[in-house]
């Protein structure tokens, strides 16, 4: 009876969320002081490739704990990030493993701050930042991935305590981060070095302006079609 009590008594979400944290902070801990994370921060590519050339599994895996790291602190610069892994894996390889694992980053944080750590972080976010996601949701998130005017990490944390739904916003930080994450790659890449190549990334811009465009104006219209039939049906 007395352990049954002691079950209910318990507070499961800070629980779990105290085990994490320390999980993550022990690990967190042990990569930081690590020499292959000392040449990440200071950009050698070279010492990086030699520390993961005996497996490119340990690489793919090293790469996708950075991300969630420049998801949770921004700490590390984010085209550094996609250097790294294009030097690694090549541009077409770099590029995507960067998108994938910036999506798969977004979505961890998100759940865990929506499930875990709202009690910690809600107090760390402005109300007026908080109500534009509420209000705009899925164009928020998109607008922000591809202008980021905000940090990567405090996207996440604003939509993990948000009502915006994890499809909205897995889909607008997607969208985004592909059309950002493929104009940086591109400077790595060394396709802005030559003057022909100048009006190949213009094309790309004018053709990537013109889908974000596309999908404010669809947003838009869905969103006012909704406000009609809401005020028809109140009638």
Request: hydrophobic share 55%; proline share 2%.
């Amino acid at each position: 009876m007395k352990r049954l009590m002691i079950y209910k008594n318990i507070n499961w979400k800070h629980f779990f969320a105290a085990i994490a944290i320390l999980l993550f902070v022990i690990y967190f801990d042990s990569i930081t002081e690590s020499e292959i994370f000392s040449a990440v921060m200071a950009g050698d590519i070279q010492s990086i490739k030699g520390f993961v050339s005996d497996s490119w599994l340990y690489a793919y895996g090293f790469m996708f704990f950075i991300m969630i790291i420049q998801n949770s602190f921004t700490i590390i610069p984010l085209i550094l990030v996609i250097t790294i892994n294009i030097a690694l894996f090549g541009f077409l390889k770099g590029f995507l493993w960067s998108w994938f694992t910036s999506v798969a980053a977004s979505v961890l944080i998100f759940l865990a701050v929506r499930y875990l750590f709202s009690d910690y972080t809600s107090g760390k976010v402005s109300s007026r930042q908080l109500s534009r996601i509420e209000e705009k949701g899925f164009a928020y998130v998109f607008s922000a991935r591809v202008m980021p005017f905000i940090p990567t990490s405090l996207i996440n944390i604003l939509g993990g305590l948000s009502s915006i739904g994890l499809k909205s916003f897995t889909i607008g930080t997607a969208l985004g981060n592909f059309i950002y994450f493929f104009l940086l790659a591109l400077v790595p890449a060394g396709i802005m070095s030559s003057g022909m190549n100048h009006y190949l990334l213009g094309g790309i811009l004018i053709a990537f302006l013109a889908v974000f465009y596309w999908i404010g104006r669809f947003k838009g219209r869905r969103n006012r079609k909704m406000t009609m039939k809401s005020a028809w049906f109140h009638r």
